[in-house]
């Protein structure tokens, strides 16, 4: 089993629609986790943060459920400038005091039509 | 832009070859990461450098090595080159290596024939 996983979609929208994209992550011991948003053969830019209480930017609402470990994302009014892959990024700290690794999920394409 | 910068853009290289990598962090950032973004998939952690001293690594082959030099640069060496290593490779640096925000670079296109 992956340790991130994602629905890869992809999801064809209009414009205005509203799309949730979902992630289920493996490890419990996962502490934070994160929403990137990566354009075609472009580097992942960080999207926003996820927390417990959720949280809103815009248009996007990030959820966080730690007890079934699944990490959801919700843009609302699609602009066909949300068109990319967005990944679902879980912190992993294997050793104590040490570093820090991103893991990242597939990603979901999504594709705003006018 | 994060003022992570990589290069070369775009590298074609012969199976069985050895390539360098670089990157250049952002100034004051210790920590650079470096991630392999096969197509469709999400990027997969390679290793991790602080201060000069690699201090993580993930499922990847010794063929894999790295270097940070004080001036916030860094390479990534992969030895006998295979198919499979054709990717997109991203570096990513950081404060150190607790920190959770990552800035990526714009990514070297890896072709091995």
């Known amino acids: 089993r992956k340790e991130v996983e994602q629905d890869p979609g992809p999801f064809n929208v209009p414009e205005g629609a509203t799309v949730a994209f979902n992630c289920t992550y493996s490890?419990?011991?996962?502490?934070?986790f994160f929403w990137y948003r990566q354009d075609c053969r472009k580097e992942p830019k960080l999207l926003m943060s996820v927390y417990s209480s959720g949280n809103e930017d815009g248009r996007f609402t990030a959820q966080l459920n730690r007890a079934s470990q699944y990490i959801s994302l919700l843009i609302r009014d699609s602009k066909l400038s949300d068109s990319a892959t967005y990944l679902c990024v879980v912190i992993s700290s294997p050793f104590s005091g040490g570093y820090n690794k991103l893991i990242f999920g597939a990603g979901t394409r999504l594709a705003v039509h006018p | 832009e994060t003022g992570v910068t990589q290069s070369p853009t775009h590298l074609i290289k012969t199976r069985g070859q050895q390539v360098t990598l670089r990157c250049s962090s952002q100034?004051?950032?210790?920590?650079v990461s470096w991630y392999q973004q096969a197509l469709g998939q999400g990027p997969q952690f390679i290793f991790q450098y602080y201060r000069e001293e690699e201090n993580g690594r993930g499922n990847f082959p010794p063929r894999f090595s790295g270097l940070q030099f004080p001036n916030y640069s860094s390479e990534l060496n992969v030895n006998a080159l295979e198919l499979d290593d054709s990717a997109l490779y991203l570096c990513a640096s950081s404060l150190d290596g607790g920190s959770y925000e990552q800035y990526f670079g714009p990514g070297t296109r890896l072709t091995v024939t």
């Open positions: 490890n419990s011991a996962s502490q934070s």
């Open positions: 100034s004051g950032h210790n920590t």
